[in-house]
């Protein structure tokens, strides 16, 4: 069992910045692969960005250039930052584990950006 808890979100004007944690319950170094992803209002859950146990990346390509992925495995948690952020990032943001061939979610967090 995995719990991850998301931090971060918020409200801001476009072409802000902004940084997403998202904290494990375990050591991260054990998990295959960890995401970020978002779902906006009437949309599908949609893959933003994700991070594999050896480093490997994979962005969306509506973030590409914008946002990084990373993770610090001493501190059990994973990051997005969001530069030049656009009125369509606003979506409720969830990170997600794969660990042994299950799933896991966090509650979310809300980022809002305005025009």
């Known amino acids: 069992q995995v719990q991850l808890v998301e931090s971060g979100g918020g409200l801001v004007q476009a072409g802000g910045s902004l940084r997403l944690s998202c904290a494990a319950s375990i050591s991260i170094f054990s998990i295959n692969a960890m995401g970020w992803y978002r779902q906006a209002p009437g949309n599908v859950r949609e893959l933003v960005a994700r991070?594999?146990?050896?480093?490997?990346?994979k962005y969306a390509d509506s973030v590409k250039g914008r946002f990084t992925i990373s993770r610090d495995n001493a501190k059990n948690t994973m990051y997005l930052q969001m530069n030049s952020l656009k009125p369509e990032d606003t979506a409720v943001y969830y990170c997600n584990a794969e660990y042994y061939n299950a799933d896991f979610w966090g509650q979310g967090t809300q980022v809002t950006v305005s025009s």
């Open positions: 991070i594999t146990r050896s480093g490997f990346t």
